[in-house]
């Protein structure tokens, strides 16, 4: 039979009834009851209990939970300075500690002469301190090594990425000169001087011309320039020799002899007229003089000679140009010209590097010499109607005709000497191989297999 919990109605004492039963009797007080009103009064006495513990039960709770505030409070209380410190600390590590640590480190690889690691590690700490300008410092410095080591191209490209830092432009310029000669453009022929100081030369097998016969025996040189019918190379002890005959119109053409010439430092071929620069600053010209673009005798202190189709330009110590011949075309047009530190003659027009990386041209308004927005320039060569540029970076940039291609030189990387011909471009590679492009018909674009051009390791 089934017990449930009930308490007398009498006594109060809790009973164990049969709720099956109508009355029971209590056996605390011997009090007879009704089983039902029993258990009707245990249950509301448990009732009751509840709804009195209810609000002991929820100031418990409140109790606990404002002890927990307390608690965290304190906790916060203690742990918030650490907190702030550790976070500090980390600050401090991260933008100071660190970045100082690698920074002085950096300093330590450049003046150990570690310099490709010192780059590395200042590039890696982005816009920390001075770091931007001890990238272009580090380049510098490394140029400057490589130049005192005769590493030349090294000393270029590095003085290239030293940007505008001290004077790193004209420290490009001055080495580009070691350049000249070293490859030269002709009207359908390319010549190159070799690391043994002897000569290649593109040929069409069809026709052997007789300006390149026997240039292969020649040995000792260390410039070289083709004309349209001549070939001429300069010898270390400063004579000149020569291959061909020069135009001198009417269809006449007299052998090029420059074999009283001495003292020379540079060579250059005109269209019809070879040009030599003398130790002492002055010049030597032959050929066709009909408009006197030979007339150069007079000229002094001068330190680049460029003879163009029947004009010739001469630059001056001081940065500015001297020409002589035709001006027909304006190509002479040079007067208002300063700060020039490399010039070139083409056809009909000249053109001039100055010495902060622009270049400036003759007939400016002819849009096949728009070299006006030419930056970091560092070399340049005119042709018969294209200039081409050399940047400070190894790669080329080329205006002008181009209906032979003679211009697409963008993809050229790793250059370091350009020659603008009558219709093709030729550049130096770091590596001495020679790049060419334009037209070809005499395979004066066939230097795919040359591959030990001189590139300059030293000063003549």
Request: with cysteine; glycine share 10%; aromatic share 8%.
């Amino acid at each position: 039979m089934p017990f449930v919990q009930a308490k007398c109605p009498n006594c109060g004492g809790i009973l164990a009834v049969d709720n099956s039963n109508d009355a029971a009797v209590c056996p605390f007080c011997n009090t007879p009851f009704v089983v039902e009103k029993a258990i009707n009064k245990e249950n509301d006495s448990i009732s009751e209990e509840k709804a009195e513990a209810k609000p002991l039960q929820k100031a418990e709770e409140t109790r606990i939970a404002n002890q927990k505030r307390k608690t965290i409070k304190k906790i916060a209380l203690i742990c918030g300075p650490i907190a702030a410190i550790i976070i500090v600390f980390i600050i401090v590590l991260n933008s100071v500690i660190i970045p100082s640590s690698r920074y002085n480190k950096a300093i330590k690889l450049a003046e150990a002469g570690e310099y490709d690691q010192a780059i590395a590690a200042f590039e890696e700490m982005g816009d920390y301190k001075d770091v931007k300008e001890k990238i272009l410092e580090v380049h510098y410095n490394a140029a400057t090594a490589a130049k005192k080591s005769g590493d030349i191209r090294t000393a270029i490209s590095e003085y290239g990425k030293a940007k505008k830092y001290k004077d790193a432009f004209e420290c490009i310029i001055e080495l580009q000169s070691l350049m000249r000669g070293i490859v030269s453009a002709g009207a359908r022929y390319t010549v190159g001087l070799r690391n043994d100081g002897t000569i290649v030369v593109t040929e069409d097998p069809k026709y052997i011309r007789s300006d390149h016969v026997g240039v292969d025996k020649w040995t000792d040189i260390v410039a070289v320039s083709e004309g349209p019918g001549y070939t001429i190379g300069l010898h270390s002890d400063g004579s000149v020799e020569a291959n061909g005959s020069i135009y001198m119109g009417f269809y006449y053409y007299e052998p090029c002899v420059v074999d009283d010439w001495s003292d020379i430092v540079a060579v250059s071929s005109g269209y019809d007229h070879p040009v030599g620069l003398r130790a002492d600053g002055t010049v030597v010209a032959i050929g066709d003089n009909h408009l006197g673009q030979c007339d150069v005798d007079k000229w002094t202190d001068i330190v680049a000679v460029s003879p163009g189709g029947d004009h010739t330009v001469g630059l001056r110590a001081d940065g500015t140009v001297v020409t002589a011949g035709s001006n027909e075309f304006g190509q002479r047009d040079v007067n208002k010209w300063t700060n020039i530190v490399a010039i070139s003659a083409g056809k009909n027009y000249t053109v001039g590097l100055c010495s902060d990386g622009t270049v400036v041209a003759t007939r400016e308004s002819s849009s096949s010499f728009d070299v006006d927005k030419w930056t970091d320039i560092v070399a340049v060569s005119a042709g018969s109607e294209h200039t081409v540029g050399l940047r400070a970076d190894g790669t080329v940039v080329a205006t002008g005709k181009n209906d032979y291609g003679q211009c697409y030189v963008d993809e050229w990387t790793d250059i370091v000497a350009v020659s603008a011909g009558a219709e093709h471009t030729v550049g130096l590679r770091a590596d001495g191989t020679v790049v060419a492009t334009g037209r070809n018909d005499y395979c004066q674009c066939n230097t795919d297999d040359w591959n030990n051009i001189k590139v300059p390791t030293g000063i003549y």
